[in-house]
Structure formats: C-alpha cells, structure tokens
C-alpha cells in the first residue's frame, strides 16, 4: 500500500470516528456535518434531495444496496419499475439508478444515519453545511461549470444566496468523483475533464471527476428528479422552499400518497 493510500485510509479512520461521536449527540455539530456531507455535498440537488430523504432510513437504504446486487441486468426504468415492485418508496427508488451511490451510502451507515437524523429533526443546518461545502469547493477553484453541470448561485425568496448544482443536459445525471480531504481545500488551475478514463486522475490530483452518465430517458417522464416526485429543479430544495415543494408535492399527489415526504415526517415523530 502506498503512504497516499495509507494516509488517505487513516483519514477516513478518523472521520469515522468523528462521525461515531457525533451521533452520540442529540443535535450534530457543524464540524460534524461538514465531515458526513463532504462525501457528497457537490453531487447535483436532483440526487442529492433524494439521497438525505433516504438517509432518514439508513436501514433501508442498506437493503436497497444488497437488493441492487441482484439486480444488474436492469437499467433506467426498468430497474426502477422493479425496485418500485419490490416495495422501494420514492427516494430509494430515485437513487437505485445510481448503485454506487447507493453502494456508499451503505458502506458508511455511521454518515448516513448522522445525516439523516440532523435532517429529518431540522433541513436548514443540513442545507447550510451543504452550502458551505460548495462555497470552499468554489473558491478553491474546484466547483465550476462544466460539459456535465452547470453551477449557478440563485437567491431564495428569503434573500439567502444558494450555490446550486444541476446537470448540464437535464436527460443525463453525472455524479461527481472526488476526494473529500482535497477537493475543498488544494487551488488549482482547471477542473476540465474530458472522458472517464481522467476521472481517477482527477481525483488523484484533487479536483473533480466523473463517471459515465446516466441517461434517465423515461424516469423524468415519472417525475423522480424533477417533480413532483423531485424538486423541479435543485433551486427549490433550499431554504423556505422545501417546506413550499413538500407541501406542494402532498397536495399534487393526493390518492398516490407521496412515500418520501411521509418518511421524512415519520421520522420526524420519532426523533
């Protein structure tokens, strides 16, 4: 093992001993938070919504993950078709097009567990330690637009200024490959990335990289990432305006029973 890997394996260590301790806690610090979200906090709002509505059940999203293995012959709406059979509610069945997502989210419960707790009891200081996340990421020369997304800063009807992430092509959803220990912190010169053979350079060189895409073709047709089931773009998860989109959504859906919003509320209850 080379000492980048070692040093990067007992960085990991540590963060996930942080993470344990923090869950000790009843409310997490904003440290704590910045340490479970750098993983995924500049992944696109249309995922990363749906990924801290899962993580309210850290149980099911580690079924989901072993339920995905059985399932790799299955791609795009068929794949969610299937996870919707299998009794997957919304949110699980948004984030099963991305099983290494998923995969990550399974293999580190202590973050998603911490993550979805802090939501689910509150969304502003979630969304605040996403913001800051991006804000670094930013002005360490890291978050730009590029041929797979598109960053923009937007203001909310509150006047709070929000750094949004959304794919570039809105048929086609790349999830971002970087190193959390770097890529809020290392400046560099350029974040271009031009096929994913660079994505593991990149990563190396602390900048962002990405996998293939994946085409959502008929799943935006059942409103998984753009609404009703999603968030009509990543602009409205924040602020304010999550409370409008959840109250929208419980009313848009009637009859069909809106399952993510009815599992951030249960658990609410239970927190």
């Known amino acids: 093992m080379t000492r980048r890997a070692v040093t990067f394996a007992l ?13 000790a806690q009843k409310v997490p610090k904003p440290e704590d938070l910045d340490r479970a979200l750098a993983p995924v906090a ?11 509505l899962a993580a309210g059940n850290p149980g099911r999203v580690a079924t989901l993950s072993e339920w995905l293995r059985s399932q790799e012959a299955l791609k795009g709406t068929a794949l969610q078709d299937a996870a919707k059979a299998a009794g997957f509610t919304d949110s699980y069945v948004a984030i099963a097009l991305f099983p290494t997502v998923v995969d990550a989210m399974a293999q ?15 969304p502003s200081p979630v969304f605040a330690s996403i913001q800051r996340l991006r804000k670094r990421a930013q002005d360490a020369g890291k978050l730009k637009t590029t041929a797979q997304q598109e960053i923009e800063t937007r203001t909310t009807p509150s006047g709070q200024q929000v750094i949004v992430i959304e794919p570039a092509n809105p048929q086609i959803m790349y999830v971002p490959q970087y190193n959390p220990q770097t890529v809020y912190t290392t400046s560099s010169s350029t974040v ?6 660079d994505a593991e350079k990149a990563v190396a060189a ?17 409103d998984y990432y753009y609404g009703p089931y999603g968030y009509r ?9 999550w409370d409008d989109w959840a109250d929208h959504r419980g009313e848009s859906l009637g009859r069909h029973q809106t399952a993510s919003v009815q599992e951030l509320m249960a658990v609410c209850s239970l927190a």
């Open 11 to 23: 960085s990991l260590a540590l963060a996930s001993a942080a993470i344990a301790a923090a869950l």
């Open 42 to 52: 500049l992944y696109p709002d249309a995922i990363l919504g749906q990924m801290l």
């Open 108 to 122: 580190n419960l202590e973050a998603t567990s911490l993550v979805g707790a802090a939501f689910a009891a509150d």
């Open 192 to 197: 271009v990335i031009k096929d994913d053979d």
């Open 206 to 222: 602390g900048l962002i990289g990405f996998t293939a895409g994946i085409a959502l073709g008929a799943a935006m047709d059942n």
């Open 233 to 241: 773009g990543g602009f409205n998860m924040y602020n304010e305006a």
